[in-house]
């Protein structure tokens, strides 16, 4: 029976979880490698169940380790508002690790953050920035708290509630033939070359269901991963690209590149994820409320 199971364990799990070899989750957590080992072992004894599949020197979490992981995360995030719960100088306590897509990551969260920060106090954050299928990836492992993206995401573990917005681009050189055109049509986006972002990319996706599919012919020209890169290619004229106008500012004040006017409803939500099965601490309700505030 799992009756002696120690917050000691359930941190190595959790440990071995994110990082899926013991010597990355023994270097986190400042222990030997064979402490660690003995740990996992103890705890997959006292539970009765092997909690990972050994894959070359990597441990995989399997159906039963699945089982765990919600409520390990939640005990050790509620040991946490233990610790802080008399300490009447941080009425927020802990650790909130954000995830944030390219555009969000870059253009909105330091100003979203600086405004929590200063509302809170609290300063304990951090921020890891990726395509959308990665941070939704790193949720639903528990890598992350709760992640902000462009693209909704219809995965089966995670919960979306929108809580802001923007709105896309087209952008192209200054010396593109259609440069400097008050209006354009469709029509004349005809046989372009594109520079898109990188499957997985709420920005790519955006394209490819709103202006992709009125077009008879395009061409992916690149396939670049970060903004600055597109942005750059398209000043040197390599083709096309459909940013968000937040992302494309500085180069559209600049005069690196130039917008285009096109009849299309340009505009994009960005949504707010957590794990369904998340524990949700007063310090992560209060920043999923703040956001949802925030973007209103």
Known sequence: MANNISFKQLKVFTAITQH????????TLFLSKAAVSMALAELEKQIGHALFDRVNN????????????PLADELLQRS???????????????????????TIGNQVAPYLLSDFRRETQHLSQS????NSALICQKLVDYELDLALIEGKTLH???????????????????KHPLAGLETITVDQLEASQWILRE???????????????RLEHWHEAFELNTTEAI????????????????????ALNDGRVTRLNVPLDMKRRYWLLVHKEKYQSPLLKRFIEFCQQWGN
């Open 20 to 27: 899926k070899t013991m010597t990355a989750a023994a270097q």
């Open 80 to 102: 946490d508002d233990l610790t802080h719960l008399f300490d009447n100088t941080h009425t927020l306590a802990g650790q909130l690790h954000i995830g944030a897509s390219d």
């Open 231 to 250: 942005i750059n290619s398209v000043s040197a004229g390599l083709g096309l690209a459909c940013l968000s106008t937040l992302a494309a500012e500085a």
């Open 58 to 69: 990597r441990l995989i979490l399997n159906q039963e380790g699945q089982k765990l992981l």
């Open 199 to 213: 499957p997985g990319s709420g920005t790519r996706e955006f394209f490819l269901r709103t202006v992709a599919p």
């Open 127 to 130: 921020v890891f920035i990726s």
């Open 156 to 174: 089966s573990e995670l919960i979306s509630t929108q809580f802001s917005s923007d709105e896309m681009c087209i952008i192209c050189s200054l």
